[in-house]
T-cell receptor
C-alpha cells in the first residue's frame, strides 16, 4: 500500500482565494483525520470522520473551513476565502477501527502558504 | 480537559546520552498513549504506544514510563543517536467508537554527534 496520499504537497495562494486540499486514506481504513501543524500550536485536530461521516468538527477554526468525505477513499479540506494566518502544514491521517489497530498513519502533508 | 501538555519544547543531547520528554494530561478517560516521531518534511509516524494498565513499555532504545496516579507519561531514548534527531509528539486518545488523537505541542530533539 502506498500509504496516505495527500495533494498537493505545496500550495501557494493569494489571500481571498479558495484552496482545496486532498487526501486518499489507506485502503480499508475507516477513520480519517485532518490536522493542522504550526510552530506555535503544534498538531491541532481539525475534524475527523468515521465511516465517511463527520464525527467531530469542533477543531475547525471557523466557517471558512469545510471538509467532506464523499466516499471511503477520498476526502477534501477546503478553505474559502483563505487568509495569511491559514499558512501551515495540513496533515491527513487514517486508521482502522479500535478493535483491530489504533495507529494513525499520516500522509506527507500539504504545506500551504497564503500571501 | 482535552489537552496534553508536553515538555520541553526543545532538547539537545550528546550522542550516547539519554533523552527524556515528558507529558501530562487531565482527562482520566484517555486510554491510549502513543508517541509519534516526525522527521523534517515528513508526516508523524508511530514510534511506541502504551495503555494505562501497564507502567512501562520498552521497544529497543525507546521506553515509555507511565504514571497513572500522576497522570503523566514520558519517553526515554537510551543511547541517543544523531539519527534520532526529530520532533517527538506525545498523544492521548479515548475510544469513543473511533480514536480521536490529541497531540502535545511537540519536542524538537537534536542529538549532537
Amino acid at each position: 500500500d502506498a500509504g496516505v496520499i495527500q495533494s498537493p504537497r505545496h500550495e501557494v495562494t493569494e489571500m481571498g482565494q479558495e484552496v482545496t486540499l486532498r487526501c486518499k486514506p489507506i485502503s480499508g481504513h475507516n477513520s480519517l483525520f485532518w490536522y493542522r501543524q504550526t510552530m506555535m500550536r503544534g498538531l491541532e485536530l481539525l475534524i475527523y470522520f468515521n465511516n465517511n461521516v463527520p464525527i467531530d468538527d469542533s477543531g475547525m477554526p471557523e466557517d471558512r473551513f469545510s471538509a467532506k468525505m464523499p466516499n471511503a477513499s477520498f476526502s477534501t479540506l477546503k478553505i474559502q476565502p483563505s487568509e495569511p494566518r491559514d499558512s501551515a502544514v495540513y496533515f491527513c491521517a487514517s486508521s482502522l477501527t479500535p478493535q483491530t489497530n489504533t495507529e494513525a498513519f499520516f500522509g506527507q502533508g500539504t504545506r500551504l502558504t497564503v500571501v | 480537559q482535552q489537552q496534553v501538555k508536553q515538555s520541553p519544547q526543545s532538547l539537545i543531547v550528546q550522542k550516547g546520552g539519554i533523552s527524556i520528554i515528558n507529558c501530562a494530561y487531565e482527562n482520566t478517560a484517555f486510554d491510549y498513549f502513543p508517541w509519534y516521531q516526525q522527521f523534517p518534511g515528513k508526516g508523524p509516524a508511530l514510534l511506541i504506544a502504551i495503555r494505562p494498565d501497564v507502567s512501562e513499555k520498552k521497544e529497543g532504545r525507546f521506553t515509555i514510563s507511565f504514571n497513572k496516579s500522576a497522570k503523566q507519561f514520558s519517553l526515554h531514548i537510551m543511547d541517543s543517536q544523531p539519527g534520532d534527531s526529530a520532533t517527538y509528539f506525545c498523544a492521548a486518545s479515548i475510544n469513543t467508537g473511533t480514536y480521536k488523537y490529541i497531540f502535545g505541542t511537540g519536542t524538537r530533539l537534536k542529538v549532537l554527534a
